[in-house]
């Protein structure tokens, strides 16, 4: 489409070493207030407790969870307990600007896992839709994310099924497993090196442990942004999926 240079537009941009167009929007476009999603804690955390709060000029990430542990199995002391929970996020850009996913956390080394597995209706996504039509899509999106936040419940078992399946999957090389599979993801050296390094704190050869290597990673690169290090976490998630199918 021609740009008519008498129109309005709104550039964003990102600075984190190398400046980065993020995106290019029309003057209709924002972002939904971040207040506006107090309405909506209850109905997604009603049985859990808030862990974390992340806020920037690009997202705001809410993570809570249940006050129950989940046995993940495994021989290694205190590596079995994980909890289940989920990520509430409104983010500036993006395709699917506002959304939730199902989140896990280790309790031995803090580490944590988008597991936003294909089939398990384990995220959540809704995009803006302007400013004039926001009001609109608040009404749809309380009953939506109670909905979804329910859906999740229903696969938790499948979730945590699939993560202790990992404890049976042999790994003869799992530094190089690790770290080509974050390269194939686009992760650069810097990501790459540190899995190799995390997977030194691990105890054994299997996909739980490369998996544990992997979401290791965001504490053992400085400078990430909050948005490396859910990618990374995310990465945890895709290599679970990919190895247990």
């Not at 974050?182 to 996909?207: C, I, M, R, S």
């Not at 490369?210 to 690169?221: G, L």
């Amino acid at each position: 489409k021609k740009h008519d240079p008498e129109e309005t537009m709104l550039l964003r941009t990102y600075t984190n070493g190398a400046p980065m167009i993020r995106g290019v929007m029309s003057p209709s476009y924002g972002r939904f207030n971040d207040t506006h999603l107090i309405p909506f804690l209850n109905k997604v955390f009603d049985d859990m407790r808030i862990c974390h709060v992340h806020m920037s000029d690009l997202s705001t990430s809410i993570q809570a969870v249940s006050e129950r542990t989940i046995d993940m199995g495994g021989a290694e002391a205190g590596s079995n307990e994980w909890y289940y929970g989920r990520r509430l996020f409104n983010s500036e850009v993006g395709y699917s600007p506002v959304g939730m996913d199902a989140r896990l956390f280790c309790t031995l080394c803090s580490n944590g896992m988008t597991a936003t597995f294909k089939n398990t209706n384990s995220s959540y996504r809704r995009k803006h839709s302007g400013r004039r039509g926001q009001n609109e899509e608040l009404g749809k999106i309380g009953p939506e994310i109670r909905f979804a936040a329910l859906l999740m419940d229903e696969n938790k078992e499948y979730i945590v099924d699939t993560i202790q399946k990992t404890h049976n999957i042999p790994v003869e090389s799992p530094k190089k497993v690790a770290s080509e599979f974050l390269k194939g993801l686009g992760f650069g050296k810097n990501v790459q090196t540190a899995v190799k390094d995390a997977w030194d704190n691990e105890q054994g050869k299997t996909a739980y442990h490369v998996m544990q290597a992997i979401t290791r990673c965001p504490r053992m690169v400085p400078g990430l942004t909050y948005e490396e290090q859910l990618r990374i976490e995310e990465a945890g998630g895709k290599y679970v999926e990919k190895v247990v199918r």
